[in-house]
């Protein structure tokens, strides 16, 4: 059940404003065929370019890693000099079919990441449904770890830290940040070890109605009919909802008791329709023995750490930093 939350989220009329029209902007792209106007989505997604420049005291560029996808991500170097920086892997959100590493919202939080923790943050222009279905994006996140791991030197300064590296992600990207890491504690790597994993508000779901899908079904961004219409475009053909790329932590959930899962952060919002499925993630990784930590937000919607506007997005930045220090500490 969901924590007992205001009859509103606590959220200015601008930020609602966006919210209406970032939702309209979906909305208007997903075709009943299942299939998205690609161009119309392009078209709407503001993009920034990378910069060799520091702007807010970082500087950004992109690095391919395989061109015949195309798979590419954007690096953002902090001007801090310290000897050594963790690396932060992101995974942006969208559902799994539109936005990008290039989008100008997901650009300005990797560059507050990298400036505020501060971190060199690898960020993942990973192949959208439906013209790319499950596991091509979890293929292209695992493929970048291993790239990373491969081509060190060449790719990344020399301060950069793949000892003390982090996956991190929010909505779909949270999803994809955890079935990632699934493949990264079976896999051997020669620098890269994860030692912790942020998972903002990640897109999990199942058959089952959950109650705070019921009583926030008409939510912006995630409504029931949205995500819906996502998991049939995402899962493959005959597939339903609790797949276990959905229902991580459902009837058909990979048992991770055995596996060295890295220690979790998830954070929830009251006004997210995912909410008790976020719940249920943390329950069961703490009953599979592994570490987690739940972050609540009882006032906060669906994606609100995007809107800089928000003091409770600040306030997470903060509590993010603080879980990738105590982890490092640890070593």
Not at 76 to 83: E, N, R, Y
Not at 171 to 180: D, I, R, Y
Not at 214 to 217: C, D, F, M, V
């Given at each position: 059940m969901g924590t007992t939350s205001p009859a509103k989220p606590a959220i200015p009329w601008t930020t609602r404003l966006a919210l209406t029209f970032v939702s309209a902007?979906?909305?208007?792209?997903?075709?009943?065929d299942g299939t998205i106007n690609r161009r119309l989505m392009n078209f709407l997604d503001v993009k920034s370019r990378p910069n060799p420049n520091p702007v807010n005291s970082v500087s950004t560029s992109d690095v391919t890693v395989d061109p015949s996808r195309p798979l590419w991500f954007r690096l953002?170097?902090?001007?801090?000099?310290?000897?050594s920086l963790p690396v932060l892997i992101f995974f942006h959100g969208g559902g799994f079919t539109y936005l990008s590493a290039a989008s100008k919202s997901y650009d300005a939080v990797?560059?507050?990441?990298?400036?505020?923790?501060?971190?060199?943050?690898?960020?993942?222009?990973?192949?959208?449904?439906?013209?790319?279905?499950?596991?091509?994006q979890y293929d292209d996140g695992f493929d970048v770890l291993r790239f990373l791991d491969d081509h060190r030197d060449s790719v990344l300064p020399p301060n950069a830290d793949l000892s003390r590296c982090?996956?991190?992600?929010?909505?779909?990207?949270?999803?994809?940040?955890?079935?990632?890491?699934l493949r990264a504690s079976g896999s051997p790597f020669r620098f890269v070890?994860?030692?912790?994993?942020?998972?903002?508000?990640p897109f999990f779901g199942g058959e089952e109605r959950t109650e705070s899908e019921?009583?926030?079904?008409g939510s912006p961004l995630v409504s029931t009919a949205r995500t819906d219409w996502i998991w049939k475009a995402f899962l493959p053909d005959g597939s339903n909802r609790d797949h276990e790329a959905s229902n991580v932590s459902g009837p058909n959930a990979v048992d991770v008791s055995g596996l060295e899962y890295p220690?979790?952060?998830?954070v929830v919002g009251g006004f997210d329709p995912l909410q008790d499925w976020q719940r249920r993630y943390y329950e069961w990784l703490k009953?599979?023995?592994k570490e987690a930590t739940l972050i609540e937000y009882p006032n906060m919607i669906h994606a609100f750490y995007v809107f800089p506007e928000l003091p409770e997005a600040s306030q997470l930045i903060s509590q993010i930093k603080d879980f990738i220090s105590k982890r490092i500490s640890k070593i």
């Open positions: 902007i979906g909305d208007s792209g997903r075709r009943p953002f170097t902090p001007t801090d000099s310290t000897p990797c560059r507050r990441f990298a400036r505020k923790f501060p971190a060199f943050v690898v960020s993942v222009n990973y192949r959208l449904c439906p013209e790319h279905r499950y596991p091509s982090f996956l991190a992600g929010d909505s779909a990207g949270a999803n994809l940040a955890h079935h990632v890491a070890k994860l030692l912790g994993l942020v998972s903002i508000q019921i009583r926030l079904s220690d979790t952060v998830v009953k599979s023995g």
